[in-house]
Structure formats: structure tokens, C-alpha cells
T-cell receptor
Framework: DTGVSQDPRHKITKRGQNVTFRCDPISEHNRLYWYRQTLGQGPEFLTYFQNEAQLEKSRLLSDRFSAERPKGSFSTLEIQRTEQGDSAMYLC???????????FGQGTRLTVV | AQKITQTQPGMFVQEKEAVTLDCTYDTSDQSYGLFWYKQPSSGEMIFLIYQGSYDEQNATEGRYSLNFQKARKSANLVISASQLGDSAMYFCAMREHTGTASKLTFGTGTRLQVTL
């Protein structure tokens, strides 16, 4: 499968726990994006990587959130001290160039109980 | 800031009929891109079609076409010959360039239900 891959697909965690999600982009894509989607809404931009450099972060990305992309390949998104409001679908996307279409993974659905 | 408006929370269409999903946008940029994505219940966002702001012809991809009216700032998606598998959420999005970065701003979506 050559698409964007996300792991896990589903995560249930207790409030206060830390969680980490992984995204493997399409192999030749050097641009990677994280989005968050809550129920009934469209995805909202969280952060953007070009290769290993994190070039933009949304104000939605509080201090409890951190994203990395070591070596410019896969990326991880960590949420520390999860809160119920963090419950959402976390989507990863990648693109070949800044102007080409972004392809999305199937997302990680996080439920904080 | 850019904004995308989708005014139809839900739409019904009979199988084999055509349907138009509305999208209007607001931007002060001269160069921008407009996208439509399909999101089935599985959650994945599936890219459907793209229209660049300088493209003079409306984009088409198989049964999907984008009715781009620049002066009215609208980018409606037309699905011809609807199929049961077209039932899903549909999102209109606009690409925004911020320096070297690029990000999509999405509308709230339209849920399409295709009926027999």
C-alpha cells in the first residue's frame, strides 16, 4: 500500500494519560500535515512539516501537543496529560510539493474518558 | 483569513441523478486552490478534484466536475450519475500559502445520501 498510513486507528485513553500517534506519509512526499477533526466539523490545521523542519504550528496546538518528524520520514504527534476536549479524529496528510494535492490517511480516532 | 462556507448540511439524491454541492469562499489572495474531498464513514479523506484560481476551464475528474465562478467566489461540486457508494460527507477546502508553508481550510461539510 503506497498511501498515507496512520497508527493506531483507534485509541481510548484515560484523562491525564499521554498518547502518541504515528503517521507514515507517501514515500516521496516531503511535506506532511496534521489536522484535527471534531464531530460535525471539517478538519482544522494543526501543524506542517517540510522534510524534518516544522514550519508552522496552529494556535490550536497547545503546549501539551508536540509533533516531530525525525529524518523527514514518518511523523509522531504526542498529546500529554490528555483532556476530554482532545477527543477527536487526528488526520495526517502528505503532499509532493507545496502546490500539489494533499493525500490523507485514515486517521486516528482518539477518545479520552 | 480565509473562509469556506458550505450551506447544505445534508442533501438527498436519487441514484443515477446529478447533484450539486455548494461551496463559497472568501479570500484576499490572488492565487489560491480549491479542493473537494469525500469522507466516508471510515474516516479517510479522499481527494476528488482541484481547481486553481488561474485555471480558465472548470476542472473535471470522471463523474466529478467543479463549477468555478470566480466573480461570485463559488466552487460547487457536481456529481453526475450518482451511485449508492457516493453516500458520504463532502468537504470543500481552500489552500492557503503562508510563507513557505501551505495549509487547507475546510468547510463544515455536506452529508450526501444517495437513495434508490
Amino acid at each position: 500500500d503506497t498511501g498515507v498510513s496512520q497508527d493506531p486507528r483507534h485509541k481510548i485513553t484515560k484523562r491525564g494519560q499521554n498518547v502518541t500517534f504515528r503517521c507514515d506519509p507517501i514515500s516521496e512526499h516531503n511535506r506532511l500535515y496534521w489536522y484535527r477533526q471534531t464531530l460535525g466539523q471539517g478538519p482544522e490545521f494543526l501543524t506542517y512539516f517540510q522534510n524534518e523542519a516544522q514550519l508552522e504550528k496552529s494556535r490550536l496546538l497547545s503546549d501539551r501537543f508536540s509533533a516531530e518528524r525525525p529524518k523527514g520520514s514518518f511523523s509522531t504527534l504526542e498529546i500529554q496529560r490528555t483532556e476530554q476536549g482532545d477527543s477527536a479524529m487526528y488526520l495526517c496528510a502528505s503532499s509532493l510539493t507545496r502546490d500539489s494535492e494533499a493525500f490523507f490517511g485514515q486517521g486516528t480516532r482518539l477518545t479520552v474518558v | 483569513a480565509q473562509k469556506i462556507t458550505q450551506t447544505q448540511p445534508g442533501m438527498f439524491v436519487q441514484e443515477k441523478e446529478a447533484v450539486t454541492l455548494d461551496c463559497t469562499y472568501d479570500t484576499s489572495d490572488q492565487s489560491y486552490g480549491l479542493f473537494w474531498y469525500k469522507q466516508p464513514s471510515s474516516g479517510e479523506m479522499i481527494f476528488l478534484i482541484y481547481q486553481g484560481s488561474y485555471d480558465e476551464q472548470n476542472a473535471t475528474e470522471g463523474r466529478y466536475s467543479l463549477n468555478f465562478q470566480k466573480a461570485r467566489k463559488s466552487a460547487n461540486l457536481v456529481i453526475s450519475a450518482s451511485q449508492l457508494g457516493d453516500s458520504a460527507m463532502y468537504f470543500c477546502a481552500m489552500r492557503e500559502h503562508t510563507g513557505t508553508a501551505s495549509k487547507l481550510t475546510f468547510g463544515t461539510g455536506t452529508r450526501l445520501q444517495v437513495t434508490l
